[in-house]
């Protein structure tokens, strides 16, 4: 029997430890209604990301008087800060792409508990007790009052192939349509959970799930990870593991023939019903999705998969739904800092040594845009930073532009980048277009009507690369101003 950790990290022992830093974490007891206010009250207070201004960079924020849900509390933007997230992991911000490219190398496997060691199954709703409703069980918010409905937005959807050799999580928009059912996008093409469902359909059987919620932000961003990084087969929940130095722990489903993460705050059994689909915003009829990561409305899809749901287990202790604000600074975290290890370990093993750092910034969504940190040796390295643009570009599809810099530039202060387009660029020589590419689909410029004649269907894109990198030759015209190096500069603010 593996021995576990006395004190094993969930969502509980992260929020402990923020406690304890000035300005990370704040709870409220005054009362929040879930429909649209909780996150219009967040907006202000530390959405960030691309949400329509004013927002800001704040603290996670603890809901603790949810309006209809007198035993719940609702967690937002624990990952809404990327130098948050290098505290809940005890790691520089800056590097945080390098240590979840580490973690992937070098998997933890999870492990096996029995149901007494599992607090998420401390309290059991079963789909047939005769007052079941998901919609009274879990206080899930919507964004805006446009909303198709209530939505879990960082629910880990944990699911296997038929014959149980592969395994996946993801995270998915999910919506409550009714009391015993989820309107589910599974977006087409590199999730692995599709996949899997593709086999069950063949097979014209329901693929049992579970979906996890108020988990480690180890166990969230680890499972963000998408191909070439993550090929079908690899269980992202090693990278968890990883990142924590000890195995995430699962427990048997109770009613549906899947594992659950034992730590989560709530789960919910269920099964996605094959050849089934429905409208999204069915009760609405409003045309709207949620708030995406690009920062506009998700249209509402028209055939979404068809969640039936067999049970809910939850913690007895006032368990948290967490949520997010889908434009947040929490999408970036969660999209943008694995793909930036992706990258990194696609370029560190093309052309070792030559991208020092790799940042996807909160103007992209943490998917859109990258920053590139680039080393230049001699003059044989001229031209290389293109080359590693390329590698990025040809491997991630959703990445649309790509910001060449230098090492003396800091790729987090976008000032410094933007700086370099002014000082280090010409457009008629710096700048490179790549049209009829595939990009992202909810990005809305990526449509015929915007660009006809070159973007033949949704979802096509011209993909850009800014070049801001001094040539070889040149760079003792570009030295920046030299200041002199003050050691104990701090004491003149005492």
């Known amino acids: 029997m593996t021995q576990l950790p006395q004190d094993p990290y969930d969502l509980r022992k992260v929020l402990r430890e923020l406690q304890e830093l000035p300005g990370q974490y704040h709870e409220t007891d005054v009362a929040v209604d879930p429909e ?10 530390g959405a960030g990301g691309t949400v329509a201004r004013p927002t800001q960079e704040g603290p996670a924020m603890m809901f603790n008087n949810v309006k209809g849900f007198p035993d719940a509390r609702v967690l937002i933007g ?11 992991f005890h790691h520089d911000f800056r590097t945080l792409g390098r240590l979840l490219k580490d973690s992937v190398a070098n998997p933890v496997h999870p492990v096996k508990v029995t149901a007494d060691k599992a607090p998420v199954q401390e309290v059991v709703h079963r789909a047939t007790d005769p007052d079941f409703d998901i919609r009274k069980l879990i206080p899930a918010p919507t964004n805006t009052p446009s909303d198709a409905g209530p939505y879990i937005t960082l629910g880990v959807v944990k699911g296997s ?3 149980k050799s592969m395994t996946d999580v993801t995270i998915h928009r999910m919506v409550l349509e009714d009391k015993d059912t989820i309107g589910m996008y599974i977006m087409p093409g590199g999730r692995h ?28 961003i680890g499972c963000t990870f998408e191909p070439p990084t993550t090929p079908l087969g690899y269980d992202e929940l090693d990278i968890a593991g990883a990142l924590r130095n000890e195995s995430v722990q699962l427990v048997d489903g109770i009613t549906v023939d899947e594992t659950a993460i034992a730590r989560a705050e709530y789960v919910i059994e269920a099964e996605i019903l094959p050849n089934t689909t429905m409208q999204e915003d069915i009760n609405t009829n409003t045309g709207h999705a949620m708030p995406e990561f ?48 992706s990258i990194l370990s696609l370029v ?22 990258t920053i590139m940190q680039i080393h230049k040796d001699n003059e044989a390295d ?12 040809s491997s991630f599809k959703e990445l649309k532009t790509v910001w060449l810099v230098d090492e003396d530039v800091d790729i987090f202060d976008m000032n410094d980048v933007v700086w370099t387009m002014n000082t280090r660029f010409q457009g008629d020589k710096d700048l490179m277009v790549l049209p009829g590419m595939r990009n ?29 990198t001094i040539p070889f030759d040149m760079k003792d015209t570009f030295q920046r101003a030299q200041f002199l190096e003050v050691d104990d500069w701090e004491k003149y603010l005492k």
Do not use: C, W
């Open 36 to 45: 649209a206010e909780l996150s219009g009250v967040y907006r202000y207070i």
């Open 78 to 88: 624990i990952m809404a800060s990327r130098k948050r997230v290098g505290q809940i």
């Open 161 to 163: 192939s038929p014959d």
């Open 193 to 220: 959970i599709g996949h899997f469902q593709k086999q069950f359909e063949k097979l014209n059987k329901p693929m049992p799930i579970t979906i996890n919620i108020g988990l480690d932000p180890a166990i969230t």
């Open 294 to 341: 690009p920062g506009y409305n998700g249209d509402a899809n028209p055939a979404v998969n068809v969640v039936k749901v067999k049970a809910v287990t939850h913690r007895k202790d006032h368990p948290i739904m967490q949520t997010t604000i889908g434009p947040s600074e929490e999408h970036v975290s969660m999209a943008g800092i694995p793909t930036e290890a």
């Open 348 to 369: 560190d093993k093309a052309i070792p040594g030559k991208v020092v750092n790799v940042y996807n910034p909160p103007a992209g969504g943490g998917k859109l845009m």
């Open 382 to 393: 001229e031209g290389i930073q293109r080359q590693a643009a390329l590698l990025a570009l």
């Open 440 to 468: 992202h689909p909810l990005d809305p410029s990526e449509r015929p009507e915007y660009n006809p004649g070159v973007i033949r269907f949704r979802g096509m894109s011209a993909k850009t690369i800014v070049d801001g």
